[in-house]
Nanobody, 120 residues
Framework: QVQLVESGGGLVQTGGSLRLSCAAS????????MGWYRQTPGKQRELVAT???????NYADFVKGRFTISRDNAKKTVYLQMNSLKPEDTAVYYCNAEVTHTGTYYYTGWGQGTQVTVSS
């Protein structure tokens, strides 16, 4: 079972910044795509940003120019730098990764989520 541990959430004022981290467990042999999603009560989980193992990124339109996704393959960690935060960015942010423990079978795992709250 994949273990992805998020950190870095919290309370910030409008216009502020936060940096989220998500570290994969040592038992994971390799990771393909990694990403961040977010969810608010009563709404479906939505994609925020993804990054391939080679560093190709993809962003939702509502975060382009404000958020930056990056990863450290040696540390098996993905980051989300969030700048110019808005109240509508308030959500639980989830880390997502396509991982393998064996080198052959890949599956998608999720972190437990970290709360980001942006006050107006």
């Amino acid at each position: 079972q994949v273990q992805l541990v998020e950190s870095g959430g919290g309370l910030v004022q409008t216009g502020g910044s936060l940096r989220l981290s998500c570290a994969a467990s040592r038992t994971i042999l390799s990771i393909r795509d990694m990403g961040w999603y977010r969810q608010t009560p009563g709404k479906q989980r939505e994609l925020v940003a993804t990054i391939t193992r080679g560093g190709v990124t993809n962003y939702a339109d509502f975060v382009k120019g404000r958020f930056t996704i990056s990863r450290d393959n040696a540390k098996k960690t993905v980051y989300l730098q969030m700048n110019s935060l808005k109240p509508e960015d308030t959500a639980v942010y989830y880390c997502n990764a396509e991982v393998t423990h064996t080198g052959t079978y890949y599956y998608t795992g999720w972190g437990q989520g970290t709360q980001v709250t942006v006050s107006s």
